[in-house]
């Protein structure tokens, strides 16, 4: 069975539309929102496509329209993409996204799989790298197979021998150094981290017809040509 781990699409449509892997069963850990301005076609793809879904700290704060705290890069960037997001959604998008489920367990051939955006600890928020040890303590109890997490946008592979914690790194905005979309496939077991191009200027373009404000979609392009590698005020904005 070929299984397709997918996450922090970040309504960067272009990115998710160069995946084109057949697969058996999809999982996507969370944030389809935020950051670009084509929510729609991504939420639909999900909910087409996934096997199960977990709610990312970006898809609860559109669901919720709780506004975006001052800050960094990043944050500026989510805040300026808001008012693309909520004249694209409906009101069905956002009950989808309002009732995610924030962890969810199940089996698929013959593994137990945990969905988790953040960490076992804190579904949504905590921002954790690929500190053996630190993980190793967020695993306590949990009896199962695979582990798998989005939201640091950085692919992670870590084997504790009985559970292994799976990180497919973020589709729409990769923070690694590598700016073509990332996410990865188990296939019976086995991990595979993929990555493909796809056309940058398709997204920039979009966000240009939703007239954002030019500095940002500089900001935003620099992000998403160098895979991350630019300064801001914090990994976690």
Partial sequence: MRILLVADIHSNWPALAAIEESFDACLFLGDVVDYATE?????????????????????HLVAQRVGVRPGGTFRRMAAAMRDAHYDALDDGHLTWLAQLPVTRHLELDGFRFLLVHATPRDPMDEYLGDSQEQWKQR???????????????????LDFGTTQVINPGSVGQPRDGDPRA????????QVEFR??????DKTIAHMRACEIDDAIIQKAEAVLRSGGSITSSGFGD
Avoid: S
């Fill in 195 to 200: 990555r493909v191009p796809y056309d940058i």
């Fill in 39 to 59: 929510p729609v076609p991504c939420i639909d793809w999900v909910r087409r496509n996934a096997t199960a879904v977990v709610r990312g700290n970006h898809d």
């Fill in 139 to 157: 695993l306590e109890h949990l009896q199962v197979d695979f582990v798998c997490v989005g939201h640091t946008h950085m692919p992670m592979h």
């Fill in 182 to 189: 990332a996410y990865a496939i188990i296939d019976k077991g």
